[in-house]
């Protein structure tokens, strides 16, 4: 069974007169593990397929089942309940709370998901040992430098331990060196089992990820395996 | 996540957003502030007003009747027309009521008119003279500051003498010496005996300090040959009031020879009635004036909405995280709530140390101070301005699509 699964999925925007087909009944499957890039020219649909794989919104038409569920039925509670249990987002301007702490912000989530104080600490520290920054947890965002902050956002969308991760250009706001520190975190993530989604632009980051998706004006142009990296490892000894 | 944790975490986000805008917070507050301030000390001079008045009252005593020929308090036209062809209460039948009852301790007759009164060239020209006896001493609880009361001899025959009260004495007599002096009531010459000490004067009606006392066979001899008496009875115990009542009304029924199933062609007054009457008045006042002060509540209110709608439409992103993150509506409308109840609850707080200090100023006038009562409900009434006024921004802020949330810059 997939543990994504899209069926003729539109989404279409109204503006005044005019409809903007954002997504054309796009169908598509991914299966627990995979590490998949989505990639396409800008205006092309790409975040509004991340929005309604993370539940963020919901399809102007068409199905979409998670981990076998069917959530077009769910009401506002309940999909805001699968987003705190199975997904993470990793946004391209990171998103944390300006006044929490580092690890505070990555708390948040265990906080909605009603986590007592002890297991929060522990899961969060764990979160941010996982992504080497086990000696900054009191640091704000203004305190960190934009790759810190990404880690702590990844940090953050890892912490409950979802089902999938997703990242909306995550190195859009990063120089590539740091960039690639990320990618390779990414790359971590992936080999421990991670289903991982990343939206880019820059074919040196899709090149991380097994499988590429192309899409052009709402619909999914081309859907390719890659070889398996072999500067992975390369990458890796960067950190 | 349960309601208490995210009470929690509403009030630990809400103190946060405070106190990273804490200039703007205590603006905001200051709306709050005014508005709670004038509520509670409109509120404590209302409290004010009703002691200085049951103080007044008490100050006869709970415990006397008082018989006259109509009611204190007639409500309507047709009531008056009822009642104003009712004879009159005459010397006589006090006379008669005094021998018969069993439950009083003191009666006294009591009539009085305004009338000037003169030592030597000064001038009082509008003092209130009672004619009575001896026993308006233990009716009326005036207490004598100099010299002493009527004799019942006094009371009863010729003598001329009279007790003054306090205004009176200081108005004819300034510094000087007040007993043995006479003075001239209306035609007549009066020798002083004694002066009662200060009543105060919250309401005119049971106000002695201006007021002269004489004999009421003075009064009739020299003022008035025929009023309309009141009687002022003073049961022996104030837990008997309805017993010495019903006998007081026997008695009167028989005296004034009214036939069995008609009604009383006279009436017997309380204090409680008069209460009851200033309780209405007194509701009126408290009524409007609660409602003129709680616009001002209503402004500092608008005020706290206002800023919650700038809170939330700064915080979109935000929002967006938190609810991408896992956050239902529910706990950003929790969310929310706190921070206004939280600003507006600081505001009660700075209210009720500002009002403290000017209760103490209203104290000097009137017996009030912010009680227990009226600093819980001036806190639990600005939680509730909070919790109003923030509701409508928060309920915005809970209905947020997230996607727009997170692409708002
Ligand atoms: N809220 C909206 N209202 C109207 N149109 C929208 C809205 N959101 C997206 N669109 C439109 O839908 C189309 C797809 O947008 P989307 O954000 O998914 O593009 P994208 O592939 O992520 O682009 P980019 O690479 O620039 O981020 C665009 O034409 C966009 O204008
Ligand atoms: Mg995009």
Redesign the pocket.
Known sequence: MSLIRLQNIS?R???GAET????REVSLEIDRGEYVAIM????????????LVGCLDTPSSGSYELNGVNTSEMDDNQLAGIRNREIGFVF?TFNLLPRANALRNVELPLIYAGLSNEERKTMALDALTQVGLADRIHHKPNELSGGQRQRVAVARALVTNPSIILA??PTGNLDSRTGEEIMALFETLSRKGNTLIV?T?EEEVARHARRILR?RD?LIASDEKTEKKSGVDAVLAVL | MNFFTEVKEGLFIAWDAIRANKLRSILTTLGIVIGVVTVTLMGTAIDGLNRAFLRSVSMLGADVLYLSRTSWFIDSYEEWLKVRDRRDITLAQVRELEKQMTLARAIAPFVDARRPVKYKNRNSSSVVVIGTTEQFQFTSGSVVGQGRFLTAEEADGGRPVCVVGSEVATNLFQQGPALGNKIKVGQQVFEVVGVLEKQGNFLGHFNLDNQVIIPVKQFLGGIWHDPDFEVQVKVIDVKQLEDAKEELRGIMRKIRRVPPGKEDDFAINQQESFISTFNRVAGTIATVGLFITGLSLFVGGIGIMNIMFVSVAERTREIGVRKAIGAKRRTILIQFLIEAASICLLGGVLALAIAWPVTFLIGKFLPATLSLTVAGIALLVSILTGVISGFFPAWRAARMNP??AL?NE
């Open positions: 989404r925007y109204q503006m903007i087909h954002a997504l396409g020219p800008s205006g092309s649909g790409k975040s509004t397929l991340m929005n391209q909306d250009e939206v632009h899409i709402g | 996607v727009d692409r």
